[in-house]
């Protein structure tokens, strides 16, 4: 039954949203996630729990919401990578508002955000150790532009999520700068027109 509901969410089918949801409730923490590994990336990328949180971001359901929003506040600099883009990429799907504010919390967090590398010196001191295959920098950056992103397309919250990802426009690695730019240019309505 979850393995129905969750392919039928996937493709933008709320039949088993009350399943997924129940499946969700069910886990009291965190299960092990996954940290974003620059080299030797084997096995999944996402936990259980994060791909049911990603299932009920393409049913698209509001009710889907506030359980999302309950893993969310268990979030912190800390919390494997997978987690935080699980939450970020199911809420920017839903586009609800009421996201916004817990998102901008989550970023206000210690070790949350100011990880753009908008000079050499920035880049520098933040990828020590590791150099250019510096992997804790890049999945700094990774978290912070995901939640940012999904900030800025659930409303915004006082223009933080605008704020960063016009940090990460003029920030020194491309692919980090043109994500950014475009997803601005598409504005906050970008993730429900796909």
């Known amino acids: ?27 009291e923490q965190w299960d092990e996630g996954w940290n974003y590994r ?6 999944a990328a996402l936990s259980e729990l994060d791909n049911l949180l990603v299932a ?14 309950d893993k969310l506040r268990q979030l912190d600099a800390q919390i494997a990578f997978s987690h935080h883009r699980a939450v970020g990429l199911a809420l920017e799907l839903i586009g609800d508002g009421s996201a916004a504010e ?7 967090k210690p070790g949350m955000a100011g990880y753009a590398h908008a000079d050499v010196q920035t880049a520098i ?27 800025y397309r659930c409303g915004d919250r006082e223009g933080l999520g605008e704020k960063i ?15 950014a730019a475009a997803v601005l240019a598409e504005g906050q309505a970008g993730a429900a027109k796909k």
Request: charged residues 25%; proline residues 3%.
């Open 38 to 43: 620059g080299m030797g990336q084997f096995g």
């Open 165 to 179: 990802l016009r940090e990460y426009t003029q920030d020194l690695r491309g692919h980090l700068a043109r994500h």
């Open 125 to 151: 001191a933040q990828g020590v150790p590791g150099g250019t295959n510096a992997e804790q920098t890049r999945r700094e950056s990774l978290r912070e532009l995901m939640l940012a992103r999904a900030l």
């Open 102 to 108: 817990p998102l901008a919390e989550l970023l206000n």
């Open 56 to 69: 009920l971001g393409h049913a698209g359901n509001k009710k889907a919401v506030p359980v999302v929003l």
């Open 1 to 27: 039954k979850l393995t129905y509901a969750r392919t039928l969410a996937v493709l933008g089918d709320e039949t088993g949203l009350e399943t997924l949801l129940a499946k969700v409730r069910s886990y």
